[in-house]
């Protein structure tokens, strides 16, 4: 038997078995279908794989859901080498781009159209609408035809087909392609040329000819493979000039070893041209790619929407550019007509009708947060509360409709057992869908779930009592204006007063032998200019702005020395949390919250650090420190205004440190984040979220005017700069209007005493030099 070469197992599992024989005879084995990664030169060296491998289309699947914010995906594979080898890369590449496989469907390659039925009704009752179908041509054909037949194939699914598909698209039947539409496929790009046009027709003569019966189709990539494969052996014989070879196998399985295997190998390894399916060109044993196509099924036949190129991303048209953006983009992609023949793009997920409720986790907590009863007549769980209507509400902003259902988590549990922790730690072990409470916001637990975006303020924040004051300071009526604003007002005075100094002259007059009264007279007039009957229209005009501008001045004045003294009154007992170390001061946490770790952080001696519920705060808050109470209560900002509205004028909120809010917790890449957290955003920019605030938290008026931070601020001249800057120009017009017409008068008059001295001049000289007879 002479062997020199083996060219062709098509299948995965035939090329492991063949390549071993190869690799311990030396004879090179080369496949230009067997596309499994679990097939490596690096492991069988005289395995050549003149195809690509199917993890090369990873990344334009990836980069594809990644185009259309897909959030989970399911594979659907052949349980064979070839269906498994690539799906462990596929879940890399998509946990790299956060995206989920919640579940992985494999279907044995002897199974019935019953069984894949039975498969695909099993994925219906799931929420992903997202399938990456990994198949050989003959497994995807019965699979889309039975997608069709259970209504798959409908609007709201995605398929996307691999090259394993894809590849032999042009030679699937009418009725599978039918089935096929609205389908995405990812295949190899070939680029047009004038020998690939003239091989295809020599083919489609060729089969015509030795199969009249059968329609011609177009030659699949396999085709184009297998002729580049023959011509690259037959030139790397020809390099090696190979001399024939035999040997027989012997029934104890001893193998000849083929001598010019070693240098054969090499030639073909560094075999390099221009083929029928692009550059020919062998790395690590197996054919470099350029470029992928992706193709839309249409009816019965096929569209491009795009491609991709690895250092391009994808793009509607092929370029050569090197400094082109990598895209992920859905820009770059050409419009998809969908299953159904739909053109919105399908979300990727939905509730199923016959499928179970979204599982939404209640606690009991406080009742204006949340509260958890049981329905008497059906023993349904109800809740009620302010995080209630918010997820309700957002619930009903969604574009779609989500039927929920509520169960309560601890039910029958003393409270002390009930930890928010576990509560949270339930939607990671899958026993609910989301979890809604007043759950705050923190780094461990977005370990395990997705938060949405927060529903209410952030931070940590001190309770403390407010005491009041005596008024010792003598220079208080110096403060409602900065000093620059006090400045700006006496300049404001003097210049206006000059101004209008200037625009009577009726006033200059009797002063310009007594100058020590014109700074008395200025002030008068900026002050009191507008109780003169007998003002220009000029100075009329600057004294009513002034006038204007000072009683505003005043009363703003007023209302900030009347805001400091009523603020003076009501000083907090403590305004430094590091005060409270200093002294020693008990300091007391809500039972349960993570605020007690934040206080160990912050250096507080735990014997210092008591625990305990909101009911009781006022009254630890009352014994104060001495008194086996505590000085100040350190709790998270909702709970500190739930308090305030109930203890209003009595305590007072010192802010101390910034957390995240209150969110709802779901199961790490749930779709439902990203919109839910849109909603919450639209109803805080409307007023939905102020109309549910108002609704459980009835005092927030009294809340707000105890908590806001103690002391009053003194006004600035930034406050006034528009009425400044209006008011002069108001002078500087009245004066530029002023000085223009004074300035006119004066023009005119002094050109006609001109032209009168002029005159008279002439009137003389002929007097006295009369004209010679």
Known sequence: MTVEAIMGPQKSTQAVIVSQIGNKSQVPVISFSATSPTLSSLN?????????????????????????????????????????????????????????????????????????????YKLQTMQTRVFIVHMSSSMGSALFLNAKKVGMMSEGYVWIMTNGVTNMIDSFNSSVIRAMSGALGVRLYVPETEELDNFTTRWKTRFQENNPQEISSEPSIYVFWAYDTIYALAMAVENVGVQTQSGNFTTSGHLPVFPNGPQLLQALLHIKFAGLSGKFELIDGQLQYSSFEIINVIGQGIRNIGYWREKQGLSKQLMDADNKTYSTLLQDLNPVIWPGESIIVPKGWE?????????????????????????????????????????????????YSVPFEYQQFGAGLPATLVTYNDFVYQVYLGNYDVAIGDITIRYNRTLYVDFSMPYTDSGVAMIVPVKQVEHKNALIFFKPFSIYLWLACFGFVIITGIIIWILEPDIRKPLRDSKSKHLEVILQLSLFAYQRENLSVYSRIVAIASAGFLLILTSSYTANLSSMLTVQNLQPTVTDINDLIKNGDYVGYEGGSFVEGLLLQLHFDKSKIRSLSLDNFAQALDKGSANGGVAAIVDEVPYIKLFLAKHCNLYTMIPIHKSAGFGFAFKKGSPLVPDISQAILNMSDGDEMMRIEKTWFEDQNCQNSSSNNVGSNSLHFLSFWELFTLNGAISIISLLVFAIIFLYKNWHKSTEVTHFESGSSQDGNETVNPSPP
Request: aromatic share 10%; glycine share 6%.
């Open 44 to 120: 069988v060296p005289y395995f050549v794989r003149a195809t690509i491998n199917d993890t090369t289309q990873v990344k334009t699947i990836t980069s594809l859901i990644k185009a259309y914010g897909w959030r989970e995906v399911v594979p659907i594979y052949e349980d064979t080498d070839f269906g498994r080898g690539v799906i462990p890369y596929l879940a890399d590449s998509l946990q790299e781009i956060d995206v989920q496989i919640p579940y992985r469907s494999f279907i044995s390659i002897s199974s019935t159209n019953d069984q894949i039925q039975k498969e695909l």
């Open 351 to 399: 509730i199923p009708v016959s499928g179970r409720k979204l599982r939404v986790g209640v606690v009991n907590s406080f009742s204006e947060f949340i509260q958890v009863d049981k329905d008497p007549l059906t023993g349904a769980t109800k809740a009620s509360g302010y995080a209630v209507d918010v997820f309700e509400e957002a619930i009903k902003k969604l574009p």
